[in-house]
Every structure is written in structure tokens, then in C-alpha cells.
């Protein structure tokens, strides 16, 4: 299995709160993934990095920012949570190269009230 | 815009039989991979199978097959000697690979029948 992780890995909380999900990776690739997983959707995109400090968004990426100041670690935050914003929240890792694959971790499930 | 379609919700198999799950998608690339995932009850997303769209032949892993038709834009899993632990939310997926995301169908949920 690959080395990721994710933290924590259940919230609840309020309306008009900042929220941060941490996704932790041991296996130095290079592209990191945030999705988010609500019924009847699958998993969509939310923002993706392709190096430290290099990210860019996904095709649901308001209400949410990222941050990558190291390699293995990926940030999402939620400036002022909404309960729109309640879902299962995925990182997912590749490496880049000719075998590539996504990999994802094990989820966090968020709820805001 | 890429997209996949999954045209089953839920199948049904009973043990030790053969099932297959169905998907199609839409893309003007012509190279990319195919993907299913496999997520049981526990949430965790599972590769089951991979596909790189430039390779013909079709890929497998154990009991689990794909018929990837590229010119119809479909791509299907067979899954053999249908097991207890099988039962999962299967989704199909597409990917330009690097940087960009995964495109995910809507999922089948399979059950297997004891």
C-alpha cells in the first residue's frame, strides 16, 4: 500500500469555522490530489499540485484553498466552512512516470452543522 | 471535457459466478488510462485494474479482467468466481495521467449473493 496519510480522520464542526485536512505522503511523488466524494457524484477534483508550492484547482475548487511547502505534505483548507462543504474528503498521490497510478488515502469524513 | 459513465447503480451475482460491470466515456485523447477502483464499506479506495490506452491488449489481475473496446470508448470489468469480498462500490475512472485529475464514474454497487 502506499505510504498516505490523512488527518484527521473525522471532523465536525460549525458553520463560518476554518477548517484544515492534512494529507501526508512517505513515498516522495511528485502530484498530489485533493478530491471529495458526496452521493451520487463519485469523487471530483478539488485542487491538485504538481510540486512544492505549485498547485492548481480542480473542477470544484470554491470555498476551498491548498497549500505545499514540503514534498510529502498537502493542506486543504476551508477558509469558513459550509454545509455544503460536508463530504468524505480523498488525497490521492501519483509519481509521475510511464507506470503512473493514482493512489489515495484513506479519507477524512467532514461535517459541518 | 472528459466524462464517465457508469450505466448500472447496483448488480447482483451470486458467489462463484461471473459478473460484469460496464462503463463507457468520452474523450478526445488518445492516450490516457482507464481505471477501476474498488471502495468496500470501509471507504478506503482500492485499485483493482489499471489500462494504458496506446496497449491492445486487454489488462488483468487474477480474477478480475477488462475488455477495453478504445474505438467504442468502453470499458468493462469481469469479475470471476465472484467472492464474498467482493462486495464494494466499483468505480470506473479516466486520466490523462501527470497533473490532471481523475475523472470518476458515478459507481456500481455490487452485491454478491451467498
Given amino acids: 500500500d502506499a505510504g498516505i496519510t490523512q488527518s484527521p480522520r473525522h471532523k465536525v464542526t460549525e458553520t463560518g469555522t476554518p477548517v484544515t485536512l492534512r494529507c501526508h505522503q512517505t513515498e516522495n511523488h511528485r502530484y498530489m490530489y485533493w478530491y471529495r466524494q458526496d452521493p451520487g457524484h463519485g469523487l471530483r477534483l478539488i485542487h491538485y499540485s504538481y510540486g512544492v508550492k505549485d498547485t492548481d484547482k480542480g473542477e470544484v475548487s470554491d470555498g476551498y484553498s ?44 467532514l461535517t459541518v452543522l | 471535457a472528459q466524462t464517465v459513465t457508469q450505466s448500472q447503480p447496483e448488480m447482483s451475482v451470486q458467489e462463484a459466478e461471473t459478473v460484469t460491470l460496464s462503463c463507457t466515456y468520452d474523450t478526445s485523447e488518445s492516450d490516457y488510462y482507464l481505471f477501476w477502483y474498488k471502495q468496500p464499506p470501509s471507504r478506503q479506495m482500492i485499485l483493482v485494474i489499471r489500462q494504458e490506452a496506446y496497449k491492445q491488449q486487454n489488462a488483468t489481475e487474477n480474477r478480475f479482467s477488462v475488455n477495453f473496446q478504445k474505438a467504442a470508448k468502453s470499458f468493462s470489468l469481469k469479475i470471476s468466481d465472484s467472492q464474498l469480498g467482493d462486495a464494494a462500490m466499483y468505480f470506473c475512472a479516466y486520466w490523462r495521467g501527470g497533473a490532471d485529475g481523475l475523472t470518476f464514474g458515478k459507481g456500481t454497487h455490487l452485491i454478491i449473493q451467498p
Fill in chain 1, 66 to 109: 491548498v497549500s505545499r511547502s514540503k514534498t510529502e505534505d498537502f493542506l486543504l483548507t476551508l477558509e469558513s466552512a459550509t454545509s455544503s462543504q460536508t463530504s468524505v474528503y480523498f488525497c490521492a498521490i501519483s509519481s509521475g512516470t510511464n507506470t503512473d497510478t493514482q493512489y489515495f488515502g484513506p479519507g477524512t469524513r
